[in-house]
């Protein structure tokens, strides 16, 4: 039974810190500097730091049209970051 509510506990945490949170976080961020067409592209093992906890790829296009690609960043104990390619 302790198991269960330990495994529950760890479950429900992690579920409150996915990089899905991070994802509309560093969309609403990239849409107020004018990008658009913001995608998600999943896990991205190199593109932070070792000390981010959440890396979570995207590609969007720019005011100019041109696509970039990059990361938003974050840990547990700081804020987003977002990084480019």
Do not use: H, P, W
């Amino acid at each position: 039974m302790r198991k269960l509510m330990v495994a529950i506990f760890v479950l429900a945490t992690l579920g409150a810190c996915t990089s899905n949170n991070d994802f509309n976080q560093g969309k609403r961020q990239l849409e107020s500097r004018g990008y658009t067409n913001i995608q998600n592209t999943g896990y991205e093992m190199f593109c932070c730091s070792d000390s981010d906890d959440f890396k979570t790829g995207f590609k969007a296009t720019d005011r100019d049209g041109v696509e970039v690609t990059g990361c938003f960043c974050s840990a547990i104990t700081k804020g987003l970051t977002i990084r480019y390619n």
